[in-house]
């Protein structure tokens, strides 16, 4: 299916196949408008270093709280988010969480700080999958990791989201794939003090830099 995404005027025409995202920028939309058939990349294997999810699931409805959800969490858990909107700061001290949009119809949770909140998605637990969310207006940085090892951050669509849009740092073997990031006061995807990080297939434009690895 195609879907059109627009955010702050970055449209998008992504493609998606399988669980893989393929999205390409604004010069093609003319093109499946006129319905035109379009020719994109393949965008690679997806990689996973996180382990398998266990068999709790907790779903997360329009309007609920994810912190809380979270909280309720025990190791396995996937988290679904469903669409809609969500104004907070999720924090994950645990191990093997996993976050996970649900996207239908091409509708994704977002993530949106108001520009009132410093971090959207803030962890220390190894194990951790951030995945197909949208994340928007927040002061700080969209995805940041703190010391947290394989972890798995995916298929996420962040823009305008601060100094950093992906920042994981302190940690070991880690995945960030297949994420379009824009609107960033720094870098894009920053990668600091970190060990065995894979970092493949981001689009990522419209920042200050795009994607920077240091002392890692």
């Given amino acids: 299916s195609l879907y059109m995404i627009g955010a702050d005027g970055a449209a998008l025409v992504a493609a998606k196949t ?9 010069g093609l939309i003319a093109r499946a408008i006129a319905g035109l058939p379009l020719e994109f990349v393949a965008s690679g294997n997806i990689k ?17 709280s994810l912190q809380e959800a979270v909280m309720r969490a025990v190791p396995g858990t996937t988290i679904q988010i469903l669409p809609g909107t969500y104004h907070e700061t999720v924090y994950i001290d645990k191990d093997n969480v996993r976050l996970i949009g649900v996207i239908e119809e091409g509708r994704r949770a977002v993530l949106d700080g108001e520009r009132k909140l410093n971090d959207a998605i803030l962890y ?7 995945e197909n969310l949208t994340i928007t207006k927040y002061k700080g940085n969209g995805i940041m990791g703190q010391a947290g090892n394989n972890f798995e951050i995916r298929n996420n669509l962040i823009v305008d989201t601060g ?7 302190l940690g070991q073997n880690g995945v960030v794939e297949h ?10 995807i920053y990668v600091g003090m970190s060990d065995n990080v894979h970092v493949a297939h981001n689009d990522v434009f419209d920042s200050v830099a795009g994607i920077e690895i240091e002392n890692s």
């Fill in 179 to 188: 994420n379009v990031v824009s609107g960033i006061e720094d870098a894009a």
């Fill in 48 to 64: 996973a270093v996180a382990g398998p999810a266990g068999d709790a699931v907790i779903v997360v409805k329009d309007g609920e």
């Fill in 124 to 130: 220390s637990g190894n194990n951790v999958v951030v």
């Fill in 163 to 169: 100094v950093y849009g992906i920042f994981p740092q």
């Fill in 18 to 26: 399988g669980s893989v995202l393929l999205a390409v920028h604004a």
